[in-house]
């Protein structure tokens, strides 16, 4: 799907503006039509602009260091006594040029769009680098050290392979914004005039990348029209999240004055569950911080309030982090998994593997695959019953398996292939799961703030013992801190750590382990 407009599919509806979602007689939600219209439409994931501006910025580095290194060894090696001027003023130049094209404002995914412009500044921040290098060298006194048909080559030759770099990523750019892999699928909250100069505000500028979805707003007098700057009122803040989680929301912009600290909070409350960055809108406030304090849509300033957890190149890291590690950790774990299906399948009759929906990301149904542990006659796939002490619908294959968290490995097939989990995360929890007879939903507030990222095999909570039955309202809210503790303090690192310590976890906490 390219890029759409919402007004557009109001204009192609001769009924005019709906009435926006609620509650029907039946007590259930109804949607408002149009958001139906839109979150029915096919969605390609997008890009993350931070991702392709770092890519353009190594892209630079390497053109930079492989022209003067070339042109060293095609032209100068062998022929001087000391190589040195040119291993310094080589990687010298291509880290000046990355603070020089960023002063420039030549990263950014709007400049990359008009190859016009950014030629031209590309030209004159290239040239301003040479003769900052040229005045280096006669201060230094070291200018007859330095070849000029090499200094002049690498200006040259680099040049002409920055612009045609610049050129590829220009045309690449345009072909995934026409594509609507780079939008920002954005909503407003507030209607009235504070909405409607935002959206103008919005509009005014220029490559930002938002597409407007709608407006939603609590409110439903005259402060809160049905069409705002032509936009729908699509419904309340209760719409919002089901809308964020049906059309992949990017952005939530609040148009609410600070002043209103209890309706925003009331708001935010409902709203932090989801993985998509909320912002502030500053446009029409009066009060004024240091500029610092702000972030900015464009010309127009934000105050970040949630940022989507592991985003833009640490989802890169941690795709490939997952890959890597997932694809070794199914190789050498491949004869334990051989053995485990041996004994599954002359333990008991049925299938080797259970498959069971679970919550993945976003809320998605994902579904997880573990060696069968109950006796096929027995499963629950609805996981309408936890699994209790001496559970006579355990096998005695599944006692072990189970104890020891064996089950659990053919998971790393859907790390490898499936790519709807990772390697460490939330623990993927069974849809009709409960906690005291109540679903962990209405035990844990937030709890669905546990579904930011992708869930994992194995988690922080685990490795602390947080694992198998929860019987108690307790355990669950311990599980979902962990967790939601594990999300705000991702790394690497982190994610290494809880992989090393999990054998041990298993062998040391597994009382609750059935």
């Known amino acids: 799907m390219g890029a759409f407009d919402v007004r557009d599919l109001i204009k192609a509806d001769s009924t005019g503006p709906s009435p926006t979602g609620g509650a029907s007689s039946d007590g259930t939600r109804t949607f408002h039509p149009l958001a139906e219209r839109i979150a029915a439409m096919p969605v390609k994931q997008t890009l993350s602009p931070v991702l392709i501006e770092g890519l353009v910025r190594l892209a630079d580095m390497l053109v930079i260091l492989g022209v003067g290194g070339l042109v060293f060894a095609f032209y100068v090696a062998g022929k001087v006594d000391y190589a040195l001027p040119y291993q310094i003023t080589v990687p010298l130049v291509a880290v000046g040029a990355l603070a020089v094209f960023q002063a420039l404002h030549l990263y950014h995914v709007g400049a990359l769009r008009n190859f016009i412009s950014m030629a031209v500044r590309v030209t004159a921040g290239w040239t301003i680098l040479f003769l900052l290098a040229l005045a280096g060298f006669f201060f230094l006194k070291i200018g007859d050290q330095v070849s000029r048909v090499w200094l002049a080559a690498f200006y040259a030759v680099g040049l002409a392979l920055l612009l045609a770099e610049r050129l590829t990523a220009s045309l690449v750019v345009l072909r995934l914004t026409r594509m609507g892999r780079l939008e920002r699928r954005t909503a407003i909250v507030g209607g009235g005039p504070a909405g409607e100069e935002l ?22 007098d005259e402060r809160s029209p049905d069409l705002v700057a032509g936009y729908p009122k699509l419904g309340t803040i209760d719409d919002l999240v089901e809308f964020a989680r049906r059309t992949k929301l990017d952005l939530v912009i609040f148009t609410l004055p600070i002043s209103a600290e209890a309706r925003l909070l009331a708001m935010l409350r409902k709203l932090w569950v989801l993985p998509i960055d909320i912002r502030l809108s500053a446009h029409m406030s009066k009060l004024r911080f240091r500029p610092r304090s702000y972030s900015y849509i464009g010309a127009v300033p934000v105050l970040d309030v949630f940022d989507r957890p592991i985003a833009d190149w640490d989802i890169v890291v941690k795709w490939v982090f997952d890959k890597i590690v997932g694809t070794l950790a199914l190789i050498a774990l491949s004869p334990l998994m051989i053995a485990t299906a041996i004994a599954v399948k002359l333990g008991s009759k049925g299938p080797i593997l259970f498959r069971q929906k679970r919550y993945g990301f976003n809320n998605e149904m994902i579904e997880v695959l573990k060696f069968r542990s ?50 460490v995360g939330p623990r993927p929890h069974a849809i009709h799961a409960t906690a005291s007879n109540r679903a962990y939903e209405q035990v844990v507030d937030g709890y669905f703030a546990r579904h930011k990222v992708k869930p994992g095999i194995t988690g922080w909570a685990q490795v602390h013992g947080w694992r198998g039955e929860t019987d108690t309202e307790d355990k669950i809210q ?22 090393i310590k999990t054998p041990f976890s298993l062998m040391t906490k597994n009382e609750n382990a059935y």
């Open 374 to 423: 109950l006796y096929h006659e027995m499963s629950d796939f609805a996981a309408a019953k936890q699994v209790t002490k001496d559970d006579p619908r355990v096998t005695r294959v599944g006692r072990f398996i189970r104890k020891t968290s064996i089950d659990e490995l053919p998971q790393l097939l859907n790390v490898v292939f499936k790519g709807n989990l990772s390697l």
């Open 199 to 220: 959206i103008k505000a919005l509009e005014a500028q220029r490559d930002t990348g938002l597409r407007v979805c709608g407006v939603f707003d609590d409110r439903n």
């Open 478 to 499: 311990r599980r979902v801190e962990h967790d939601l503790y594990y999300i705000e303090n991702w790394s690497v690192l982190l994610d290494l750590y809880i992989l």
